[in-house]
């Protein structure tokens, strides 16, 4: 029997996907729920490739090159969708302060990393690693990765990062739940306290619309069109449904009042309370459609003509007769207003004849299923934006290279914005949550694998004859004095909630299991609502970071 010999391409498909498996089961031990996760294919690669070293084997450069490139931009650009759409409304109102407290532990962060560099002299290459490590945020990896190599670093120097990665990111997961514990019992947290008090304020400044049922008691407005009404329709508040002598109707725009009307009305809660001073009483008894020929239903738009065309041109009013009270999207609902735009993926709430609301699916679409559906064209094409995005040099003055968003910053970026515009023409990149995941998990264990295996035949010689303990030392200081800083102002000078603050400070890493540690405290959602809200911005940032400290440091 002939020997078995295999190909270049045959020899790295087999080693990447032993890293992704041997790498995939170790992530899912668990001491306590704490666990490398996905981390655990930078280990299996970088074993693997001290295996190979030893035995002779070495892999093609240039195919490795491209593996590693293309799982980050699938990576990065599967993030980007996800965020996307609630990216810009995470800056707003309470999120900002939130996105203040994470953004500052990202700055701090840096400012301790530039700190080890000038007091340690320690290779920029390896200080932009132990960063990436220290607060467990592999895009970060890539991203500095990409700039060291757009600089004109050569291989050894393009290699390191993910060696001083390596030796930092084990610290990195521990580090931000030894924060959340010294924080608990520093300022002597009452938990149930904690989260009683939080989901008072979020009953208060819920994300989704209440109702209030009103009795016109207001004669200056007898005989006067809704329309004509100070507060309604375009100002905030959606009347959606009304009892006049008896029978319900649609409120319409030129329906005329009476004294002893009731509307049903949908908006904010400081906008409802100021039409209930304007109109009358709040009613006795709710307005309900039950036992009458009015009907609600939630819709989906889906249709690529309805998608991206203002409320007021689709003349759902005019022509079928039925209200749209609220928009829900991204999980926040809207007051629907003329000028509101309806974007793919959004659910509106329509009232109306049964008749009439059957009509209105057709018109928006209410396929659900498009919703689980991938659009690849859309796909690629936001891959390619992303490239030449990423490709486009900015040049400042005292850098040695032009400043780019790289592989890594292009394809979030425009991600980002697809993701918010949801849909354009033929395009679609609205993407079920499944298949992001996947997507998103295939790039990273593709990246990781590949990092792995071209640093595994430094890391044991780095870790124990080099300086390896030394840059866990250093790992411990960019892990821990940020969160700390951050952690003890934001609760002993502003008064964060402990558990949305918990929120924070995993979503200033990132990290996944810090999350789950953190609403292992308490069932409350306030650590889940706050890691979300800070989510996408933080991502941007760490991803942004590493490039600029090898631009700025490789200047001096």
Same mark, same amino acid.
Request: charged letters at 15%; glycine letters at 12%.
């Given at each position: 029997?002939?020997?078995?010999?295999?190909?270049?391409?045959?020899?790295?498909?087999?080693?990447?996907?032993?890293?992704?498996?041997? $790498?995939?089961?170790l992530?899912?031990?668990?001491? *306590?729920?704490?666990?490398?996760?996905?981390?655990g294919?930078?280990?299996a690669?970088?074993?693997? $490739?001290?295996?190979?070293?030893?035995?002779?084997?070495?892999?093609?450069?240039?195919?490795?090159?491209f593996?590693?490139?293309?799982?980050?931009?699938?990576?990065?650009?599967?993030?980007?969708?996800q965020?996307g759409?609630?990216?810009?409304?995470?800056?707003?109102?309470?999120?900002?302060?939130?996105?203040l407290?994470?953004?500052?532990?990202?700055?701090?962060?840096?400012?301790?990393?530039?700190?080890?560099h000038?007091?340690?002299?320690?290779?920029?290459?390896?200080?932009?690693?132990?960063m990436?490590?220290?607060?467990?945020?592999?895009?970060?990896?890539?991203?500095?990765?990409?700039?060291?190599? @757009?600089?004109?670093?050569?291989?050894?120097?393009?290699?390191?990062?993910?060696?001083?990665?390596?030796?930092?990111? /084990?610290?990195?997961?521990?580090?931000?739940?030894?924060?959340?514990?010294?924080?608990?019992?520093?300022?002597?947290?009452?938990?149930?306290?904690?989260?009683?008090?939080?989901?008072?304020?979020?009953?208060?400044?819920?994300?989704? #619309? /209440?109702?209030?049922d009103?009795?016109?008691e207001?004669?200056?407005? @007898?005989?006067?069109?809704?329309?004509?009404?100070?507060?309604?329709?375009?100002?905030g508040?959606?009347?959606?449904?009304?009892?006049?002598?008896?029978?319900?109707?649609?409120?319409?725009?030129?329906?005329?009042?009476?004294?002893?009307?009731?509307?049903?009305?949908?908006?904010?809660?400081?906008?409802?309370?100021?039409?209930?001073?304007?109109?009358?009483?709040?009613?006795?008894?709710?307005?309900?459609?039950?036992?009458?020929?009015?009907?609600?239903?939630?819709?989906?738009?889906?249709?690529?003509?309805?998608?991206?065309? *203002?409320?007021?041109?689709?003349?759902l009013?005019?022509?079928?007769?039925?209200?749209?009270? *609220?928009?829900?999207?991204?999980?926040?609902?809207?007051?629907?207003q003329?000028?509101?735009?309806?974007?793919?993926?959004d659910?509106?709430?329509?009232?109306?004849?049964?008749?009439?609301?059957?009509?209105?699916?057709?018109?928006?679409?209410?396929?659900?299923?498009?919703?689980?559906?991938?659009?690849?064209?859309?796909?690629?094409?936001?891959?390619?934006?992303?490239?030449l995005?990423?490709s486009?040099?900015?040049?400042?003055p005292?850098?040695?290279?032009?400043l780019?968003?790289?592989?890594?910053?292009?394809?979030?970026?425009?991600?980002?914005?697809?993701?918010?515009?949801?849909?354009?023409?033929?395009?679609?990149?609205?993407?079920?949550p499944?298949?992001?995941?996947?997507?998103?998990?295939?790039?990273?264990?593709?990246? #990781?694998?590949? +990092?792995?295996?071209?640093?595994?035949?430094?890391?044991?010689?780095t870790?124990i004859?080099?300086?390896?303990?030394?840059?866990?030392?250093?790992? +411990?200081?960019?892990?821990?004095?940020?969160?700390?800083?951050?952690?003890?102002?934001?609760?002993?000078?502003?008064?964060?909630?402990?558990?949305?603050?918990?929120?924070?400070?995993?979503?200033?890493?990132?990290?996944?299991?810090?999350?789950?540690?953190?609403?292992?405290?308490?069932?409350?959602?306030?650590?889940?609502?706050?890691?979300?809200?800070?989510?996408?911005?933080?991502? $941007?940032?760490?991803?942004?970071?590493?490039?600029?400290?090898?631009?700025?440091?490789f200047?001096m």
């Open positions: 029997m002939t020997g078995l010999n295999l190909g270049e391409v045959a020899q790295a498909t087999m080693a990447l996907a032993l890293a992704g498996v041997l $790498g995939l089961l992530g899912r031990l668990s001491i *306590r729920g704490v666990g490398l996760g996905i981390g294919v930078l280990f690669g970088i074993a693997l $490739g001290d295996v190979s070293a030893r035995l002779g084997l070495h892999f093609n450069a240039e195919m490795m090159e593996v590693r490139e293309f799982g980050l931009i699938l990576f990065v650009f599967t993030i980007g969708i965020v759409p609630g990216f810009f409304g995470s800056l707003r109102r309470s999120g900002l302060q939130l996105n407290a994470a953004a500052s532990v990202v700055v701090l962060g840096v400012l301790v990393t530039l700190a080890v000038f007091a340690f002299d320690v290779p920029v290459q390896a200080l932009v690693g132990i990436s490590g220290a607060v467990t945020n592999t895009p970060g990896l890539g991203a500095a990765t990409q700039a060291l190599a @757009d600089v004109g670093a050569g291989a050894d120097a393009v290699a390191m990062p993910s060696l001083g990665y390596a030796v930092a990111y /084990p610290f990195g997961i521990v580090g931000i739940l030894l924060s959340m514990l010294l924080l608990r019992f520093i300022t002597r947290v009452d938990i149930p306290a904690e989260a009683e008090a939080y989901d008072a304020q979020r009953r208060r400044g819920s994300g989704s #619309l /209440p109702s209030l009103v009795v016109v207001n004669r200056n407005l @007898d005989g006067l069109r809704l329309a004509e009404v100070p507060g309604l329709f375009d100002a508040v959606v009347p959606s449904r009304m009892r006049k002598d008896g029978a319900l109707l649609v409120p319409q725009r030129d329906s005329v009042l009476a004294c002893g009307d009731v509307l049903h009305l949908v908006g904010p809660t400081e906008k409802l309370q100021a039409m209930r001073l304007v109109l009358g009483s709040e009613a006795a008894a709710p307005l309900t459609t039950k036992g009458t020929d009015l009907a609600w239903a939630r819709v989906v738009v889906t249709d690529r003509h309805a998608s991206g065309h *203002r409320l007021r041109s689709l003349r009013e005019e022509s079928y007769g039925v209200s749209v009270s *609220r928009i829900n999207r991204a999980g926040t609902e809207l007051p629907a003329g000028d509101s735009t309806l974007e793919f993926g659910i509106v709430t329509v009232v109306g004849p049964r008749d009439s609301i059957d009509r209105v699916r057709g018109i928006l679409g209410d396929e659900s299923r498009r919703l689980d559906e991938v659009d690849f064209p859309g796909v690629f094409l936001g891959i390619v934006l992303g490239v995005l990423g486009i040099p900015i040049a400042v005292g850098l040695p290279a032009p780019k968003l790289g592989l890594a910053g292009g394809p979030l970026v425009v991600a980002i914005l697809l993701g918010r515009l949801g849909s354009w023409g033929p395009f679609t990149w609205v993407m079920p499944v298949a992001n995941h996947a997507l998103r998990e295939f790039g990273i264990i593709l990246f #990781l694998a590949v +990092v792995g295996l071209k640093a595994g035949d430094r890391f044991l010689d870790l004859t080099g300086d390896g303990l030394a840059w866990v030392g250093y790992g +411990v200081m960019i892990t821990l004095v940020p969160l700390l800083l951050v952690g003890f102002v934001a609760r002993l000078v502003f008064g964060f909630n402990y558990l949305a603050l918990c929120g924070v400070l995993a979503g200033s890493m990132t990290d996944p299991p810090a999350l789950a540690f953190a609403n292992a405290q308490s069932p409350s959602a306030a650590a889940s609502v706050s890691y979300a809200a800070v989510y996408p911005l933080v991502m $941007g940032l760490r991803i942004f970071a590493p490039q600029l400290l090898v631009l700025m440091l200047a």
